[in-house]
């Protein structure tokens, strides 16, 4: 039997308060695919984020990591199930080196006790993680220095690091180059493409930057008005006259 699809969503739909926020959207990511998800401003992206990491419950449809129904597990649960994201905003503990934010996550995924961290030379098995995804998110070398001082592209780096450590089957990357100065977006580019090439994991990347989206990923999901548009590889996507017009107004 061939295995199940990565991600995939069936009819989801979410209704706020009267208000429908999304509507009817199918999409399977095979295991292994970067999906980039683009669209104008409003038209749903971070909601669909929202709803595939559990911080939104969607009202209609289904939302499964490998072949498990987990649209209505709590976002813990869900990080059980195989799902890890990141957020627009840093979500590092800033007075925290840079080893120590991302052996939190490593001991988070061994069950070990939080207490390890009085200790943080012992050697254990979530420094050596820790130490082995630095060294892949490209940050090693700031091993030792506290994240609050950190650049925001390399506090990406430390974050993409949290989310090796933690070891998700699907991992989501809300906005990465958010806020990251344009001389950094290459070399963070590179660190996501790295990322996605040697540890073979599916990755679902929200992304206003077209060009890094358009230069990363193997499918673009174009969202406009809570509906998914389209899917379908860069060069297809961006010949998409529904897209253009999409984004008539909008730099593309
Ligand atoms: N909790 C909520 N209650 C009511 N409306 C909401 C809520 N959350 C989002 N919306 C609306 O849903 C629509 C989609 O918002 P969302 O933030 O998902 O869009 P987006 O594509 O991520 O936009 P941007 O590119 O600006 O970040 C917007 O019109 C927004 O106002």
């Known amino acids: ?13 979410l209704m706020i308060g009267g208000a429908r926020i999304l509507e009817d959207i199918s999409f399977t990511v095979p295991q292994g695919e970067m999906v980039g998800v683009i669209g104008p401003n409003g038209a749903g992206k971070t909601t669909l984020f929202n ?9 209609e449809g289904t939302v499964a990591v490998s072949g498990n129904d987990v649209g209505r597990l709590a976002v813990h649960r869900r990080a059980a199930a195989g799902l890890g994201r990141t957020f627009q905003t840093s979500s590092l503990f800033p ?21 390890l961290l009085r ?45 090796l450590a933690a070891d998700p089957e699907v991992i989501l990357l809300d906005e990465p180059m958010a806020g990251v100065g ?10 996501i493409r790295r990322m996605h090439r040697d540890s073979g994991r599916t990755v679902l990347m929200v992304e206003h930057h077209m060009e890094v989206v358009l230069g990363l990923v193997d499918r673009v999901a174009v969202m406009h008005h809570g509906s998914l548009l389209a899917i379908d590889t860069p060069e297809a996507v961006m010949a998409n006259p529904l897209v253009q017009s999409a984004y008539l107004g909008e730099p593309v």
């Open 182 to 191: 344009s001389g950094d977006v290459p070399a963070l580019s590179e660190v």
């Open 1 to 13: 039997m061939d295995s199940p699809n990565a991600l995939e969503l069936s009819g989801v739909g």
């Open 51 to 59: 709803v595939i990491s559990g911080l939104l419950r969607p009202t």
């Open 119 to 163: 200790f943080p030379h012992r050697g254990d098995g979530a420094t050596r993680i820790a130490e082995r995804h630095l060294e892949e998110a490209g940050i090693a070398g700031k091993a030792g220095t506290a994240a609050g001082g950190l650049s925001h592209g390399d506090k990406r780096k430390v974050e993409i690091a949290m989310l």
């Open 95 to 115: 007075q925290l080196s840079v080893l120590e934010n991302v052996r939190l996550a490593a001991q988070a995924r061994l069950g070990g006790s939080l207490s």
